[in-house]
């Protein structure tokens, strides 16, 4: 299979993070870098809109108009257009909020449990697994949510131990697991709750057509940065 190209992930891991002014439950050591405009909503009003690059501010609701990057310290995140997403801190636990759209990660080290929460259910993993040929040393995978169903995928450098209803599955390279709200046909049963049981292999035109989405993220983190570079600090403005 031909390597997937995390270049935005990589760009993100070599920034180097600045305090600036944000909200008063930004995540610690975080960064998010818009392609066109990220709109903040918390109890389902838009509160904000950031243009600039921006801290990312604890549990609101994050709609990305054009691709957005976000660099933590234990994750690296991609959110294709129109996503929406959160993420939150609790219990030692980092909580990926995927509603709508697809937004890739990349992992190389696990401090905490993660947990991949969708409208449909919600799966965790609390270890990964490099592959010691990963060339960016890095599990690179996506998490997808529609309205009836969503999925978590592993798209290369190594292995990632899901936790869910039906025990412990772990995804390898073009892998991916499916929450169901609804049948999903072939490929086994959906599952409703807290997860599904689908494990299923991606095939090479679904992996080509994920990998297309990574390959145009990957080429907008340096056009963002350098845009930021040189229009100084962002500010919100009000919606």
Do not use: W
Not at 157 to 162: C, F, I, Q, T
């Amino acid at each position: 299979m031909k390597k997937m190209n995390f270049g935005l992930l990589l760009a993100l891991s070599m920034i180097f993070i600045v305090s600036t002014t944000g909200f008063a439950a930004d995540l610690s050591n975080s960064r998010m870098m818009p392609e066109n405009k990220v709109i903040v909503s918390q109890d389902g009003k838009a509160i904000a809109e950031y243009t600039k690059e921006m801290p990312v501010p604890e549990g609101a609701l994050l709609t990305c108009q054009g691709k957005c990057a976000v660099k933590l310290d234990d994750v690296l995140l991609v959110a294709e257009d129109q996503s929406q997403f959160s993420i939150d801190t609790k219990n030692n636990q980092r909580v990926l909020n995927v509603q709508k759209g697809t937004v890739y990660f990349g992992l190389s080290k696990m401090p905490r449990t993660v947990v991949f929460l969708t409208p449909v259910g919600v799966v965790s993993a609390d270890k990964v697994f490099i592959n010691a040929s990963s060339g960016n040393n890095m599990l690179e995978g996506y998490v997808k949510s529609s309205g009836t169903s969503s999925e978590v995928g592993v798209l290369g450098g190594g292995s990632l131990p899901l936790n869910t209803s039906d025990g412990v599955k772990v995804l390898k390279p073009g892998q991916r697991f499916l929450l169901a709200q609804a049948d999903m046909g072939s490929g086994g049963s959906g599952g409703g709750g807290n997860g599904g049981s689908n494990l299923g292999g991606l095939s090479n035109g679904q992996i080509a057509g994920i990998g297309v989405g990574v390959v145009a993220a990957g080429g907008i983190g340096y056009a963002i940065k350098r845009n930021n570079d040189d229009d100084g600090d962002g500010s919100p403005s009000n919606p």
